[in-house]
């Protein structure tokens, strides 16, 4: 069990049904599991099944004895929060290389983010969520000049491709997925009371729609993964086992970041004890490279009804190593639902020779789980407490939008200031203008007269002030002329006294 696998079929031969047996034996064996619920049809896993019709018919012709239906250990996460634990990371565990390959820039544009990331780094600045990272790239770019001799040329045309990468990012959903509490996928690898593994289901019946926002999130699983896990070497089971249904998603337009990823992954990780199956339609829907890694395939049934489908028919027979008990490319056409044929590597790593074979009925409900039961089971996990809440502590986006504001606020005060100077010399020059309009017009008023007429003129149009202070000068005068005229008086009398 510790290989990567295939489990390929046209639709309506029974994919699903063999993805979930398989689940179900891995978690028996007290293995954990990842499924990414693509049709939506994974989470009534967590439900033991009921038989109908068709089960017991394939429980007869099985000759299966002590069958039991039987519930799963099951948790539920959704990167849009709705139908299970919130799945997020932060910017910074997704770092700049990562993101770059993910956003399409080119090697100027990946460097420029590079030096956001180290400018954050080297200023304290926390980069969790998509918005301070955008806040990060505006305060950068605005302070481009500033950084130049440190950190080279940062233009403002690669400034503005980073922040349009990021706005289709967040569109697509980013500004959810990236956030704190970060998902710990050490919680993936968890048992029940009796030894089970965990059926960790991931809802993608949303997040398959959004094909960035898919490739970000396992972009970063996969990173994560490889990076936490230490060589473990041929373990007799693996530590986890991954099951991407509808994996063409994996590769069909998908950035050529993921793609390499995915490559690089499925090559290296199985020795870090992890095993991968891929559900599709057809073999060839997976890259060569990813499908020189498999070992282990399970094929049901394929059409060939054009050209390119028996081409693909052929490649599929010819991917087998042959039983001569028949013929594969034959048989692969006259499979019916539940059959499949069947190639696994021995303990010596050699494929063995393809089986046909039934596909026995899976243990829990084939149905998908009512909003009901998967609610409960929601509430129920031991990570509800933890990833239920979102958390947004102090980072670059409240930081930087505090010093926009101070920032913002000093350039208020100081262009209020200088108007209030700008406002005050226009009044003054104004005040001088009307000043010397009314000395000029006084001046041209004025008739011409004779000195001692010009001289009563002048006294006449003195100003207020002016005539009250000769008022004053002239009343002191008099009383002081007064007091004179009576000590002259008095001296006089006096004299004649005598």
Known sequence: ANRHGLIAGATGTGKTVTLKVLAESFSDMGVPVFLADIKGDLSGMCEPGSENKH??????NMHIENFTYTAYPARFFDVYGKQGHAVRTTISEMGPDLLSRLLGLNDTQSGILNIVFRIADEQGLLLLDLKDLR???QYVGDNAKDYKLTYGNISSQSVGAIQRALLKLEDEGGDIFFGEPALELSDWFDWDDAGKGVLNILECQELFQHPLLYGTFLLWMLSELYEMLPEAGDLDKPKIAFFFDEAH????DAPKALVDKVEQVVRLIRSKGVSVWFITQQPSDLPDSVLSQIGNRVQHALRAYTPKDQKGLKAAAQSFRENPAFDTEETLQALGVGEAL???LDEDGVPSIVQKANIMPPRSSMKAADGQSVQAAILASPLHEKYGQVIDRESAYEILEDKREEAAQAEALEAAAKQKEKEEAALRKEWE????????????????KTAS????????SQSAIEKS????INKAANTIGRELGKQIVRGLLGTFKK
């Open 55 to 60: 089960i017991r018919r394939s429980i007869d």
């Open 469 to 472: 202070i000769n008022k004053t």
């Open 342 to 344: 069947i190639s696994v």
């Open 433 to 448: 203008k009307e000043q010397a309009a009314r000395e000029k017009a006084y001046r041209q008023s004025a008739p011409r």
């Open 135 to 137: 806040s990060m790239v």
């Open 249 to 252: 998603l994996l590769f069909d």
């Open 453 to 460: 007429s010009r001289s009563s003129s002048s006294r006449s």
